[in-house]
């Protein structure tokens, strides 16, 4: 195959095609949906006051959220390739220059840090799949559930076994490439959690303070606002829709020419939303029935959920079960964070996937260990933003995700033809494409510029200086 089949924009893919477009959308809701719906949503909202994070949250995620995801989608279709080399390869075909693969490395290492914290956490979720099997939450309270928690994550033995089983079943995974069988598992999962979901919803609205959660979750108090605030919401944006690491890119390059990427988008950013809110409407009722602490951190839903599975009739067999399907959404997005470096590697090294996934997989797992002390032995030391883990976290979701997605939507808003866009859209001048364009070319790139430099502070001094001054 030869770059020179590029100029129409139907490049054949290196890697063969998804099976069909809903697998497509499989695949990305996958990736998508994990724990930064069901973990670090209500952590992180809870965290930032609620409210006005949930509603800025929620205006990121459509506003500057889904167009890049369908810019990054289209960029994967046209490049064809692995993300460093779509990009380089589209840097080069629209005039902006190979340097436009950087996008495509930062992708990787970011991959590489979310990962190894991401696996750390799942791991504790594969530790409560056993606890709740073992009736360990059974008519449990709240210091019972807590003291749980703080045994498994101080334990780093623990924490680092579950851990290493995570990631050697992602590996395993990857490295085989089955993705068909994840696509059907996909189908499962993503209705059966939120129907789990809707029967823990029940259960706090029941049990929990429940009028207490919803006005936490949606009534605004501004005056908590600050610009770490928006950029919280932004970077949690960025995550939960697994954007702006080539995430999607390397799934957009399987993806047949006719799919419409405005409409897969869209019912990915859906799905995932619905998970995300439903999860926060969940946790927050128990959180305050029981005097549970909303900003308690990481450690959040591994605290308060328990208590509703311990109370209610058939606990033990939906706790059980809740903690496998979460389990299965965070395998399926922990697949997708190796997919760009797994990608590259076998195309850039000529090796085979096995040799790079397992490579690959060594070196995140090693990673993880500073994760996985950051609650015991390094629990205590703390730079920047505190642990380890903490940093880790700051950096890819608030920093690198919106960096990239940054750099995407200028390449799509600014570099590429219009020509070469409208191959991929196929919404010829509607309002849609004049939307899509719109929120590409200014809002999403002047919303990201701004709320970086509000979050160091510079906006409100740039603010406060007399125009000409
Ligand atoms: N979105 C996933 C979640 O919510 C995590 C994830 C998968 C991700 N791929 C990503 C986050 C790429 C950022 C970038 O759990």
Redesign the pocket.
Known sequence: MSDTEAGDGRRSSLHGFWSSKLAFILAVTG???????IWKFPYVAGENGGGAFVLIYLLCVFGIGLPIMMSETMLGRRGRRNPVASMMLLGEEEGGGRWWGVVGLSGVAAGFL?LSFYSVIAGWVLAYVMQSMAGSFVAADAATVKSLFNALAGNWQATAGWHTIFMVITVVVVARGVERGLEQAVTLMVPALIGILLILLGFSAATGEFEMGVRFMFEPDWSKVSGETVLAALGQA?????I??G?VMAYGAYLPQETSIPATATAVVCADTSVAVLSGLVIFPIVFANGIDPMAGPGLIFEALPLSFGNMPGGVFFGTLFFLLVGFAALT?AI??MEPAVAWWVESFATTRARASIIIGLIIWALGFLSVFSFSLLADFRFLNGTFMDNFDFLTSNVM?PLGGLLITVFCGWVMSENSVNDELNIGQSALYRTWRFLTRFVAPVAVVLVFLHAVGWLDWLMARPIGS
């Open positions: 990736s998508a949906v994990g724990l930064g719906n979310i960025f995550f939960t829709l697994s702006g690491m995430c997005s997708s964070l995700l």
